[in-house]
């Protein structure tokens, strides 16, 4: 009788330690999951990093991203940041960008960002290297669809409207919204982005408007 009562003892001992194993491993899947997508590999000024669990840090160069991190930028801030495919993001000051999704392996490719404000541009590598690339940048007044592209993005003119220029591509590049699309097909066409109206038609940029964009994420 005491035999029998002792080994119910440890077998509930062992299944509450197994049970108690497996809910330790249950929460940590998550984490152990979780890989780097991205690395930062300039940092000027302050730059921070918020993640997923809503925890914000000033980051060096080194620092890795993850699908999910919120990036700011702040005054006279410089941020650039090389993804594990090639692509790479480069951030003006006074800038927001969430990293919403980025899987570049596989069949499944995609990547979308989450723009809020400042400046931007972003050179696509293997992501957008397949026959239907889903690339697309949101903001609050648009989207912006690459097909696999470097071309510059931000608030060039106020902060209630976002210009868009293709800088360099095979590709083109849709920008839309509820209002209408616009398709930017050749090198230093641009277009416009406002609240309550379609995209302005497309046009060249001037040469004086192209330096404005790129003062704005120069690193130097």
Same mark, same amino acid.
């Given at each position: #009788? ?6 119910? /003892?440890? !077998? =509930?001992?062992?299944?509450? $330690?197994?049970?108690? =194993? ?16 991205? &690395?930062?590999?300039? +940092? /000027? *000024?302050?730059?921070?990093? %918020?993640?997923?669990? $809503? ?14 991190? +919120? ?19 480069? #951030?003006?000051? *006074?800038? %927001? ?11 499944? /490719? ?6 809020? &404000?400042?400046?931007?541009? #972003? ?14 940048? *949101? ?18 003119? !106020? ?14 590049? %849709? ?8 398709? =930017? ?8 982005? #406002? &609240?309550?109206?379609?995209? =302005? ?7 004086? /408007?192209?330096?404005?964009?790129? &003062?704005?994420?120069?690193? %130097?």
């Amino acid at each position: #009788m005491t035999h029998h009562h002792l080994t119910f /003892k440890r !077998t =509930l001992s062992g299944n509450v $330690k197994a049970y108690a =194993l497996g809910l330790i491993c249950l929460f940590l899947i998550p984490f152990a999951s979780a890989e780097p997508t991205a &690395k930062a590999v300039l +940092v /000027k *000024n302050q730059v921070t990093v %918020e993640s997923t669990t $809503k925890q914000s840090k000033n980051i060096k160069r080194g620092h890795e991203l993850q699908v999910g991190d +919120v990036i700011r930028t702040g005054a006279d801030a410089r941020a650039i940041f090389r993804f594990y495919d090639g692509s790479v993001l480069t #951030m003006g000051a *006074n800038s %927001e960008i969430t990293v919403a999704e980025f899987n570049a392996s596989g069949q499944s /490719k995609k990547g979308t960002f989450d723009f809020v &404000k400042g400046a931007f541009r #972003m050179i696509t590598g293997a992501i957008t290297e397949t026959d239907s690339p889903d690339f697309t940048v *949101n903001t609050p007044i648009g989207s912006i669809g690459i097909r696999g592209t470097d071309f510059w993005g931000g608030n060039l003119a !106020t902060d209630n409207s976002i210009d868009v220029v293709l800088l360099e591509s095979k590709h083109v590049i %849709e920008v839309s919204n509820q209002y209408g699309t616009v398709i =930017l097909k050749e090198p230093n066409q641009g277009t416009t982005l #406002m &609240k309550d109206k379609a995209p =302005l038609s497309t046009r060249t940029w001037p040469e004086a /408007k192209l330096q404005r964009a790129f &003062k704005s994420v120069a690193t %130097e």
